[in-house]
T-cell receptor, first 112, second 111 residues
Framework: DTGVSQDPRHKITKRGQNVTFRCDPI?????LYWYRQTLGQGPEFLTY????????KSRLLSDRFSAERPKGSFSTLEIQRTEQGDSAMYLCASSFNTGELFFGEGSRLTVL | DQQVKQNSPSLSVQEGRISILNCDYTNSMFDYFLWYKKYPAEGPTFLISISSIKDKNEDGRFTVFLNKSAKHLSLHIVPSQPGDSAVYFC??????????FGAGTILRVKS
């Protein structure tokens, strides 16, 4: 399977804990995006990378959120001191330059 | 500030008939528009796109129409099939930047 893969698919955590999600993009894609989706809403942009450079971060991304793409390949999204409002589906997508985005299946976060 | 709006939360259509999903946008800098389809427990999958230099793009049963003056686009599916039942998201970008998504429309195709 050469699509975008995300891990874990589902994470349940207690409020205040840290969580990390990993995304492996399609190998020849240079752009990697993180989106968040809550029930009844469309995907909401969080941040994106071109190769290893983080080019844009949403104002929605509080300082508890950090994303990295250290070697321009896989990426991690860490949420520190989770809150119940962080419960959502975290979607990763990749693209080659400005072409269409290919999404992974998402990582669902539940904060108790 | 919702730059991409899908005002119909849901649509129900009989199998074999046409499904028309609508989308409005407010940002005049948007120059590339896409439709994605999403099944439960899966990520969105790309369906069809159109650039602002065109007003129509067709791919099999799917056609996207763009009316720049009205800042409106629509997706036509004909004939509709039960397997088309999913959530459809409209998305837009400008100058090759990030995609901005609408809230989605749930399409149900009844057999």
């Amino acid at each position: 399977d050469t699509g975008v893969s995300q891990d874990p698919r589902h994470k349940i955590t207690k409020r205040g804990q840290n969580v990390t999600f990993r995304c492996d993009p399609i190998s020849e894609h240079n752009r990697l995006y993180w989106y968040r989706q809550t029930l009844g809403q469309g995907p909401e942009f969080l941040t994106y990378f071109q190769n290893e450079a983080q080019l844009e971060k949403s104002r929605l991304l509080s300082d508890r959120f950090s994303a990295e793409r250290p070697k321009g390949s896989f990426s991690t999204l860490e949420i520190q001191r989770t809150e119940q409002g962080d419960s959502a589906m975290y979607l990763c997508a990749s693209s080659f330059n400005t072409g269409e985005l290919f999404f992974g299946e998402g990582s669902r976060l539940t904060v108790l | 500030d919702q730059q991409v709006k899908q005002n119909s939360p849901s649509l129900s259509v009989q199998e074999g008939r046409i499904s028309i999903l609508n989308c409005d946008y407010t940002n005049s800098m948007f120059d590339y528009f896409l439709w994605y389809k999403k099944y439960p427990a899966e990520g969105p999958t790309f369906l069809i796109s159109i650039s602002s230099i065109k007003d129509k793009n067709e791919d099999g049963r799917f056609t996207v129409f763009l009316n720049k003056s009205a800042k409106h686009l629509s997706l036509h599916i004909v004939p509709s099939q039960p397997g088309d039942s999913a959530v459809y998201f409209c998305a837009a970008s400008g100058n090759g930047n990030k995609l901005v998504f609408g809230a989605g429309t749930i399409l149900r195709v009844k057999s």
